[in-house]
């Protein structure tokens, strides 16, 4: 068994209700190296001081509630050994505060009701069945429920909400986590309401377009959920499924990337604007031009954009760009990533992504005799 060992804890204190500014408080305890961080700072509330303000239940990385920051990363308290944390710390004093993109109760504690549960709200999260109701239950395809399964497996620890960084900068932006939890029913066949849920996140001006594919919010996930996929999947059904042409110009904007890439092997910016609103002469574009008349002379002033390159440029792909393209668009069906049903890279190669794909398809199924695999019941 492994002996204690002392740990460093450098705690974020603030107490709103005080006035005062916040400081850093540091405390020394003893456990053994595999115990977590949570363990930690409950051991220095309860030796040294009370007062501490840490939110806990499960202490397994089941119920969410520990989420802090931990050396400026987001995790779970419970969730993080004391010797990781203190090998990855700068000076091998472990740092801990409070999530971002969120008000301080005290010390380590969030108002999660103030910023996460109420864009959750925003999202509808619950199924909106279709009619009639069946007298037993419904049958789903397997492969659809596990596609749902990454988007469920979300904890509503809200890690991803305090790293995101169009959050930071827009705070109305609906944020990872709610968006996640919009594709849990917009990704489950019994929903009614599909193209209304994706029309309204669509038109939002802080929706689904809001996002800036920063993956921090990948990153930032315990559970593997992968927000800004479910997000980015969102788009595709809106714009591929739907046809939805959102006021925001979020569907134009993306299929005007795909038009210049294909056009050009590589992104040629001068033309991405003029062609997310119809044309360099489109009455859409043009107010949009002008509004963009000081990021050109900009551009222009310090030479990442010329003349020359943004009026001749010869608009030709290299044939390898033109072969990707020709073999995404030959296919049936529009492949879809998920980790739940496609595997982890850890072995890229072509036996090991076999297998792994193999084994998460007979892990979803259902197993009851006289049932196709391709169908499973679901209450």
């Known amino acids: 068994m492994a002996e204690a060992q002392s740990f460093t804890l450098r705690l974020r204190r603030y107490d709103p209700e005080s006035g005062e500014a916040p400081y850093w408080e540091e405390h020394t305890v003893e456990l053994e190296p595999h115990r977590s961080v949570l363990e930690g700072i409950l051991q220095a509330k309860a030796r040294f001081d009370g007062s501490i303000g840490i939110r806990c239940s499960c202490r397994a990385a089941i119920c ?80 659809a429920m596990v596609d749902v399964t990454q988007s469920m497996a979300c904890i509503q620890c809200g890690a991803c909400v305090s790293d995101c960084l169009s959050m930071e900068v827009d705070p109305l932006f609906v944020g990872p986590a709610a968006l996640a939890k919009a594709y849990r029913f917009v990704g489950d066949p019994r929903d009614a309401v599909q193209r209304e849920r994706l029309l309204d996140l669509a038109e939002d001006p802080h929706g689904i377009y809001d996002c800036t594919h920063c993956f921090k919010c990948i990153e930032a996930c315990p559970k593997g959920v992968a927000p800004m996929s479910q997000i980015m999947r969102l788009r595709r059904r809106s714009s591929a499924d739907y046809d939805i042409k959102d006021r925001n110009n979020g569907y134009r904007h993306e299929h005007a990337f795909v038009k210049n890439i294909r056009k050009n092997g590589i992104l040629h910016e001068a033309d991405l604007l003029p062609d997310s609103y119809g044309g360099k002469f489109h009455p859409r574009a043009v107010p949009e031009l002008v509004d963009s008349l000081p990021v050109i002379t900009k551009a ?14 010869t608009h030709k792909a290299p044939k390898d760009v033109k072969a990707i393209y020709n073999r995404v668009e030959s296919r049936g ?47």
């Open 333 to 379: 069906e529009r492949y879809e990533l998920n980790l739940y049903i496609t595997g982890y890279d850890e072995d890229d190669t072509p036996a090991a992504t076999g297998a792994q794909r193999e084994d998460a398809q007979n892990a979803a199924e259902p197993g009851q005799p006289g049932q196709s695999p391709e169908e499973s019941p679901v209450r």
């Open 300 to 313: 222009l002033m310090r030479r990442k954009v010329t003349p020359g390159k943004a009026l001749r440029h």
């Open 64 to 143: 969410g509630s520990c989420g802090v920051r931990i050396n400026g990363q987001p995790g779970l308290a419970c969730h993080t050994h004391l010797d990781r944390a203190a090998s990855s710390a700068r000076d091998g004093v472990i740092e801990v505060e409070p999530m971002g993109n969120m008000p301080i109760v005290k010390d380590l504690i969030v108002d999660m009701d103030a910023v996460h549960w109420k864009k959750i709200q925003r999202v509808t999260p619950w199924l909106i069945n279709k009619e009639p109701v069946p007298e037993r239950e419904y049958l789903v395809p397997h492969e």
